[in-house]
């Protein structure tokens, strides 16, 4: 016999009032509720409710047991939802990391409400524009733009970036507009050498176009922070070249204008994850939301990108 389901009939007997009105709510029938409540009966030696050919009614013991029953379901019932709640939360800790600038200005504003949204949820970012590897540093979530190395991690496309070369409007009543990338090499330039690498000194232009180039500018400061590079060019330092997010809010705002496109292939923005089977509940929460988070900030931005352009 199952105890608990017996259990169940009985209140259910109880509460309906009658043995027939127990099968309807259970949906079983009416010979299954019958002989549930006479199992229950043997086993605990004992008759829980008077049946005659007219009516039935609750023993003295029969009343004391419902209202044990009854308590006890309500509390097993309150238990079992705690359950399916916490599961249904994300709890524990993600590790994630994504470029400096893009989890400031595209990827906060998510994380942030995840956390505010989920107690039992906590991150632990690292934003930084050097080369890691993903494996053997445990991250759960990683966000890369541009082509990837093959990083042993599943890989979502989940939005695409443009770069041009941005200018303050006082630069530009200053030195005029270039209409030609080569024009570059004799106009103020900023340089933003990222992880020393050296590839924010040498600017690749018309990657679409049958005839490439590439323009070394003579910058007249350089940095290793896009932050910087932003701030020396609001001041009209000098021409920098940014990825669209990274200026979204000054084109918007008017304080940066778009003067060059690229001529470039938009960068893929990817989101990876470490390939498990099967994904826990909090990786498939995590991901979706920051999927969802980035699309819907990058499409503010493109509307001002091309505004801007």
């Given amino acids: 016999m199952d105890q608990l389901a017996a259990i169940r009939t009985f209140v259910a007997i109880v509460d309906g009032g009658s043995q027939t009105e127990a099968a309807r709510r259970l949906g079983r029938s009416q010979s299954a509720v019958v002989r549930s409540l006479g199992e229950l009966e043997k086993s605990l030696n004992v008759q829980l409710i008077s049946r005659t050919t007219r009516q039935s009614a609750l023993t003295p013991e029969g009343e004391q047991y419902y209202h044990d029953c009854k308590r006890m379901l309500s509390e097993l019932d309150a238990a ?53 590897d993903l494996v053997a540093g445990g991250y759960d979530v990683a966000v890369r733009i541009g082509d990837l190395d093959d990083s042993g991690m599943i890989a979502r496309k989940i939005g695409s970036m443009p770069a041009f070369i941005c200018a303050a409007p006082s630069l530009i009543e200053r030195v005029g507009t270039p209409l030609d990338p080569r024009e570059l090499t004799n106009l103020p330039c900023v340089g933003v050498d990222i992880a020393k690498r050296r590839s924010g000194l040498a600017w690749k232009f018309g990657e679409r176009d049958a005839s490439p180039c590439v323009v070394h500018p003579d910058p007249v400061f350089v940095c290793d922070s896009v932050a910087m590079a932003r701030t020396a060019c609001r ?15 000054d084109l918007r705002d008017g304080t940066l204008v778009r003067v060059l496109d690229s001529g470039n292939p938009e960068r893929p923005v990817h989101l990876l994850w470490p390939p498990r089977r099967p994904m826990p509940r909090l990786m498939r929460t995590v991901l979706r939301r920051i999927e969802a988070g980035t699309r819907a900030e990058l499409s503010w931005m493109r509307k001002v990108w091309r505004n801007g352009s």
């Fill in 235 to 249: 001041a009209g330092l000098g021409f920098v070249p940014f990825f669209g997010y990274q200026v979204a809010a």
């Fill in 80 to 132: 079992e939802e705690r359950l399916r709640d916490r599961l249904s939360r994300p709890e524990g800790w993600i590790k994630l990391t994504a470029p400096v600038e893009f989890g400031n200005l595209v990827l906060a504003p998510t994380l942030l409400a995840l956390q505010s949204e989920f107690d039992g949820l906590h991150f632990k970012v690292d934003l930084t524009d050097q080369p890691l």
